[in-house]
């Protein structure tokens, strides 16, 4: 019984996995780019949210209503202004300025925030339970996992059916010949960044309602969000479900064997799919 | 062509004026910094020491990003298991911690080897991303490792630091207590480490396979084409940072005689602070870490009381460098002066105009 439970955590707990995914997963498929402060960028959604509802006492969920629309403005000016200016034949500006970005997000929210652990209040929700016969689940971790289906369906609905979305992928297997047919990359590249913030400010709702965060946890996000990415495929967002819920399942059933071994367990089930699989579960696009 | 074979019809030399005085100056500064215990505070040693291997470390970086075109932001891990095996070596096996720190180079190679096999298998932004996880992974599994203090640490018994090699001789020339010996001892060893390290790339990469190495940076597919073993030399060029960086570790932890997991495997410590170096000084060149570990001890200096700001302000800089002056300090000074004082790249001189 409690086998089924913790199976049943490691899952939901895949969603929120898949969830700090998501944004990386969308940037990197347009514009082959990684962001390596995007556990950074949680963490400093989080702390907007819990801003909007210690200032003007909301609900968390409409903070984050009220702190999508900042976040999406964040994200477009990033790339407009600064990312683009990286992007190139050359992996090192991107990375390097993404990874320099992080150690000043991080340390700008240290010396903002303080080092103290934070939550967001959540009421009824943290504790209420759904009775399933066989196993109870929580219903935070239920709506988790809901909203990272509707996040992948919604940003496939984007990719596949709309005129935005022929443009994305339009730009990201050719963006000269994209720019020919009227397209400009650099705005394109900018609105995909603006809509992966949005989904970041989807998980770090869903983070800061969960478990304590702090200035310095970006970047173990950007670790399982990365290792979502690869165990799921480069390329296809529902593989990044799958990766999601593999890294969930391992920690939680690692926890369960031995409480230190949570994150290493998720790590070596990473390294594992990495060996038999080196391009993913779901490999999709060529790189 | 020439038909003349007696006298070779053109030079191909490396060398500059530049370099060649540039040489008699670090053959002198070295001799300098040799006898600099015999009239330099044990603070100024101390920071000599944190200067030197941070340079070390910043030489194997820019070894294997500058040259070898792998970005790591793992090179914690070497750091860590350097210095996790000189603590094993000292603690467990009772060796002296002098030779334990060649243990230290032994064991970053080894668990190089696993660790280039799985982040091989990543390209370009994931590879960084890999070598990480890779770091977090020893640093989870060393906090396992009971026998060398878990997840707590653990510190140098105080017989093995007391009578550590050469530390009694040196405090009775110096008439120092021995724990300044030990500062000075270590000193000493980060000098000829870092000496080392900059003679052996430089030597590397005036080579026929430092030629290779940067063919397979600049196009890996034309490398190939003209016979140059691309994987070959990624596995040699990291295997031979892991090496490096596994000393440097196991030499900064002789210095600190204590170990923990977070701060042996600490990616600010390790390699966010040595990106920046490399960036700041000038990514792949020799001399771009040298100025780069100069301007980041000053700003350290500078900015040491405002805390998190000091890391923001690291930060901001990096980013800022990388989009004005990709080349770094150095590239501005190159261009301005032409001067190059490790030149690594082939000139053609001499040679007939009519042929």
Redesign the interface.
């Known amino acids: 019984m409690i086998w089924i439970d913790t199976l049943a955590q490691g899952i939901l707990l895949g969603g929120l996995y898949a969830l700090f995914a998501a944004g990386l997963s969308l940037v990197f498929g347009i514009m082959r780019l990684v962001n390596l402060a995007h556990g950074d960028f949680i963490v400093m959604a989080a702390y907007l949210i819990l801003l909007l509802v210690t200032l003007m006492g909301l609900s968390p969920f409409v903070a984050a209503i009220i702190a999508a629309p900042v976040m999406f403005g964040i994200g477009w000016g990033l790339q407009k202004h600064l990312l683009n200016r990286t992007l190139g034949n050359d992996i090192l500006p991107p990375l390097l300025v993404t990874f320099g970005l992080s150690i000043a997000l991080q340390n700008a929210l240290l010396e903002g925030f303080s080092a103290d652990s934070q939550r967001l209040p959540t009421g009824a929700i943290s504790t209420a339970s759904i009775d399933l016969g066989v196993l109870t689940v929580g219903v935070l971790p239920l709506l988790t996992f809901g909203s990272a289906i509707a996040v992948i369906v919604g940003l496939n609905q984007l990719f596949y059916r709309t005129e935005l979305g022929r443009a994305f992928r339009a730009t990201s297997d050719d963006a000269t010949t994209a720019s020919l047919m009227g397209i400009r990359p650099g705005n394109i590249f900018a609105i995909a960044t603006a809509i992966a913030m949005l989904v970041v400010t989807l998980a770090a709702l869903y983070l800061g309602m969960r478990s304590n965060f702090d200035p310095n946890i970006g970047p173990a996000r950007l670790i399982y969000a990365f290792q979502a990415v690869i165990i799921g495929g480069l390329g296809s967002l529902w593989g990044t479900l799958a990766g999601g819920i593999i890294i969930g399942l391992a920690q939680t059933v690692g926890a369960a064997v031995n409480p230190e071994w949570q994150i290493l367990a998720g790590h070596v089930a990473f390294l594992i799919v990495l060996l038999v699989r080196p391009r993913g579960l779901f490999p999709r696009a060529v790189d | 062509m020439r038909t003349d074979t007696h006298t070779p019809p053109f030079v191909v030399s490396t060398h500059t004026r530049a370099s060649q005085i540039a040489a008699v100056l670090a053959v002198a500064l070295v001799a300098v910094l040799i006898f600099l215990p015999f009239f330099a505070g044990r603070g100024l040693i101390q920071d000599m020491f944190f200067i030197l291997t941070m340079l070390v470390l910043a030489q194997f970086w820019n070894l294997l990003?500058g040259y070898g075109g792998m970005?790591s932001?793992g090179q914690q891990a070497f750091v860590g298991m350097g210095a996790y095996a000189m603590f094993g070596g000292v603690i467990l096996a009772g060796m002296d911690p002098i030779p334990a720190i060649l243990l230290g180079g032994l064991a970053a190679v080894i668990v190089a080897i696993p660790t280039a096999f799985?982040a091989f298998?990543?390209?370009?932004?994931?590879f960084?991303?890999?070598t990480?996880?890779?770091a977090?992974?020893m640093r989870?599994?060393m906090?396992?490792v009971k026998a060398l203090g878990g997840?707590t640490g653990t510190s140098l018994p105080r017989s093995a630091t007391r009578e550590m090699w050469a530390t009694d001789w040196i405090a009775t020339v110096f008439d120092v207590r021995n724990s300044a010996a030990r500062d000075i001892l270590t000193y000493w060893l980060a000098l000829a480490l870092a000496a080392a390290t900059i003679a052996a790339i430089y030597a590397l990469l005036r080579s026929k396979p430092g030629l290779a190495l940067s063919a397979v940076r600049d196009n890996p597919e034309a490398a190939k084409s003209v016979g140059v073993d691309a994987g070959r030399m990624k596995w040699f060029v990291f295997l031979t940072s892991a090496f490096g960086t596994g000393l440097a570790g196991a030499l900064i932890y002789v210095q600190k005689a204590r170990i923990s997991p977070d701060a042996a495997f600490s990616?600010?410590d390790w390699t966010?602070y040595v990106?920046?170096i490399v960036?700041i000084g000038g990514?792949g060149t020799i001399e771009g870490p040298i100025i780069g570990v100069i301007v980041f001890f000053l700003l350290q200096s500078l900015l040491a009381d405002y805390?998190?700001?000091?890391?923001?302000t690291?930060?901001?800089?990096?980013?800022v460098v990388?989009?004005v002056a990709?080349r770094g300090l150095w590239g501005l000074i190159t261009d301005k002066t032409g001067i190059q004082l490790f030149p690594v790249r082939r000139r053609l001189s001499g040679g007939a105009l009519d042929t």
């Open positions: 990003a970005v932001i799985f298998r990543l390209q370009g932004p994931y960084a991303i890999g990480w996880v890779i977090e992974v989870l599994s906090a396992q997840g990616v600010t966010a990106l920046f960036i990514i805390g998190s700001w000091y890391l923001f690291l930060g901001i800089i990096g980013i990388m989009l990709p």
